[in-house]
């Protein structure tokens, strides 16, 4: 072999021992930097002033002060990006009126302006709101208590989630709203999306009992757990009981220390993850949001068998699969520690505290303050309605409002 072949075989092997060695020093440094930008920036108190948050899949805006609602004047979007409202969630309910028709009225006028005036725009299903004509049609599908009560309040608005109606028209909620974005342009506009299905509260509230006695939930729970004990004579043999079969098995009407009351509630919040994924597949064959946007509220253990609220749980599962980025979560004094608002954290998700949605001046400086010390990454403000007057003038709560942010986005606490 000549002495310039060699040579050059020599130089291309110390080039490409060279290259591989630049290129294991750039992955080291770049797993150091996610690293250092999630676990340090994103989990110290740093992470209060930061502008991105890091995620496996890529990088999102850190969005930190949220709004909500109709919004009713378009001025209010002008003060509210100034005083520096970063999102805002706008709602779409996805029923329809007795002759089918949507009402997209707020889409239309608020989403393009929004996305102008620089507020990041999330599309929030909002699916309470059921007309009447559902609930005369389907009287079935209205969550009732053991001793055959109404929810007059809550869950008339929201209806069974194990009604198979009730999710058909859900989904064809928002494949109507996809359709129609797509058909005026404006699906370029919609940054995330917000989907409610019952964490907050459909079938929650009041926290007096099991709303699970409508006939869809009893036979959707009776299959429920002959499909985990197969026989009904090992079912006895877990529970101490001698039903004859499934059939005769309900829900608890009250919480005890049972294993029936514990299924109970294993099922209940399985039917609202699995609620949360139908619908979110219904998002995905129309749109890839950059943010999914969820509430899911921690709630005080006395109360928390009612509720299925279970946060971790909820959002776990979700991010498991992609389908979750940010959570607006409960604020409320003792309902939760600085050490649950971690673990959601430590998911890999931005937090959202979360009080009252319409708070006074005195409210939204003390909700600012819980969501600040639980170490929140942001704070949900209420609606602009609250906030700003019909001139886009700061309210009260607003001029306050406007004093949080700033000195949130200083690192100062509120």
């Known amino acids: 072999m000549g002495k310039e072949k060699k040579f050059c075989l020599v130089a291309r092997y110390n080039i490409t021992r060279v290259m591989i060695v630049l290129l294991v020093i750039i992955s080291v440094l770049t797993d150091w930097f996610n690293y250092f930008s999630y676990n340090v920036i994103g989990q110290s108190g740093i992470k209060h002033n930061t502008i991105y948050f890091y995620r496996k899949d890529g990088w999102i805006k850190n969005i930190r002060f949220v709004s909500w609602g109709g919004i009713g004047n378009p001025k209010r979007v002008w003060t509210a990006a100034k005083i520096g409202i970063d999102a805002h969630r706008l709602p779409f309910i996805p029923w329809p009126d007795e002759n089918g028709n949507y009402n997209f009225e707020i889409i239309d006028k608020y989403l393009p302006l929004l996305h102008k005036a620089g507020i990041k725009v999330i599309i929030s299903f909002y699916s309470h709101g059921i007309p009447d004509w559902f609930w005369e049609k389907y009287p079935e599908a209205i969550p009732k208590t053991a001793d055959d009560k109404i929810n007059q309040i809550w869950g008339r608005w929201g209806g069974s989630p194990w009604h198979p109606v009730v999710r058909e028209e859900l989904k064809k909620g928002i494949n109507a709203l996809f359709k129609h974005l797509r058909e005026r342009d404006l699906l370029k506009y919609v940054n995330g999306v917000d989907i409610?299905?019952?964490?907050?509260?459909?079938?929650?509230?009041?926290?007096?009992?099991?709303?699970?006695?409508?006939?869809?939930?009893?036979?959707?729970?009776?299959?429920?757990?002959?499909?985990?004990?197969?026989?009904?004579?090992?079912?006895?043999?877990?529970?101490?009981?001698?039903?004859?079969?499934?059939?005769?098995?309900?829900?608890?009407?009250?919480?005890?220390?049972?294993?029936?009351?514990?299924?109970?509630?294993?099922?209940?919040?399985?039917?609202?993850?699995?609620?949360?994924?139908?619908?979110?597949?219904?998002?995905?064959?129309?749109?890839?949001?950059?943010?999914?946007?969820?509430?899911?509220?921690?709630?005080?253990?006395?109360?928390?068998?009612?509720?299925?609220?279970?946060?971790?749980?909820?959002?776990?599962?979700?991010?498991?699969?992609?389908?979750?980025?940010?959570?607006?979560?409960?604020?409320?004094?003792?309902?939760?520690?600085?050490?649950?608002?971690?673990?959601?954290?430590?998911?890999?998700?931005?937090?959202?505290?979360?009080?009252?949605?319409?708070?006074?001046?005195?409210?939204?400086?003390?909700?600012?303050?819980?969501?600040?010390?639980?170490?929140?990454?942001?704070?949900?403000?209420?609606?602009?309605?609250?906030?700003?007057?019909?001139?886009?003038?700061?309210?009260?709560?607003?001029?306050?409002?406007?004093?949080?942010?700033?000195?949130?986005?200083?690192?100062?606490?509120?």
């Open 196 to 414: 409610g299905v019952g964490m907050e509260g459909i079938l929650s509230y009041p926290w007096d009992a099991f709303w699970g006695f409508d006939p869809y939930a009893i036979g959707a729970y009776q299959q429920y757990i002959q499909s985990h004990y197969s026989d009904i004579e090992k079912l006895n043999y877990a529970w101490g009981t001698n039903y004859k079969s499934f059939n005769e098995v309900f829900p608890p009407p009250y919480w005890e220390d049972t294993l029936n009351c514990k299924t109970f509630v294993e099922f209940y919040r399985g039917t609202l993850l699995d609620m949360s994924i139908i619908l979110s597949d219904e998002v995905s064959k129309n749109f890839n949001p950059s943010m999914w946007y969820w509430l899911a509220h921690f709630i005080r253990d006395s109360e928390r068998p009612y509720t299925a609220r279970y946060p971790v749980f909820y959002m776990s599962c979700l991010r498991n699969i992609g389908r979750a980025d940010i959570v607006q979560t409960s604020i409320v004094p003792g309902w939760q520690t600085k050490e649950e608002i971690q673990q959601l954290q430590k998911l890999g998700l931005q937090v959202i505290g979360e009080w009252l949605i319409n708070p006074n001046p005195e409210q939204q400086l003390q909700q600012a303050q819980m969501a600040w010390d639980l170490g929140c990454d942001g704070l949900f403000v209420g609606t602009l309605e609250n906030l700003l007057n019909e001139q886009g003038e700061l309210t009260e709560t607003g001029i306050v409002t406007a004093e949080i942010i700033k000195r949130w986005k200083t690192n100062k606490r509120p």
